[in-house]
């Protein structure tokens, strides 16, 4: 089926939004994954403090990227592997939010991505008692994998979509967000992107 898109997942070093510190990346063409990526992101300047908290979830510190390019210096490399694919992400909000803030805190041009959120996906095509990441993934066939592993997130994400795509008939991303009765929105700019709360943000995907 040609079911294109790239699943991406980001994790970020504090609270705010635009602290990027790692992206993870899986291509899919005809419905299945042919391509994935990852790397570790420098997050901008003066949202660049690695908070307890996040490296509690993630394990990723400040020396660890170190050595890794800034969020400016590596979009290039995100717009090389993504092409003007539809994104799609668990808890879409949270990292569309990540990409349109952290532009944002650079002066970098937000592309305007479309986007589909495989947890609004999720809750229109499973019966589950728990929507996290792991959960879903596990009804999808998937796993186990390293949850907060940006790589494997964005892997476990394009395998829901996958096989919520094999279970509705979709022929491909606007098929199935028409048949789940998903918005697949775009990013318009900074302050038209949602911006939920870590906690919101967690609590959705951890």
């Known amino acids: 089926m040609p079911l294109d898109f790239t699943a991406i997942d980001f994790e970020t070093a504090n609270s705010s939004t635009a602290s990027a510190c790692a992206v993870g990346l899986a291509r899919v063409r005809g419905g299945r994954v042919v391509a994935t990526a990852g790397w570790l992101i420098q ?74 959120c495989s947890l609004q996906v ?43 795509a094999r279970r509705a008939g979709a022929m491909d991303v606007s098929s199935l967000a028409e048949m789940t009765g998903v918005r697949v929105s775009r990013i318009a700019g900074p302050d038209s992107v949602p911006v939920p709360s870590v906690v919101e943000a967690l609590a959705a995907v951890a």
């Open 122 to 164: 999720a809750r229109k095509t499973y019966a589950l008692p728990s929507y996290r990441l792991p959960f879903v993934a596990q009804e999808a066939g998937f796993g186990p994998f390293s949850h907060h592993d940006a790589s494997a997130d964005a892997l476990a994400c394009a395998h829901i979509v996958i096989d919520a």
């Open 43 to 116: 997050p901008p300047p003066g949202h660049d403090d690695f908070h307890p908290f996040n490296t509690g979830i993630h394990g990723i510190r400040k020396a660890d990227v170190a050595s890794a390019k800034g969020w400016s210096a590596q979009l290039d490399d995100l717009w090389g592997f993504a092409g003007a694919d539809v994104l799609v992400a668990h808890n879409a909000g949270f990292d569309m939010s990540v990409l349109g803030r952290a532009c944002a805190a650079t002066g970098d041009v937000c592309p305007p991505y479309r986007y589909l």
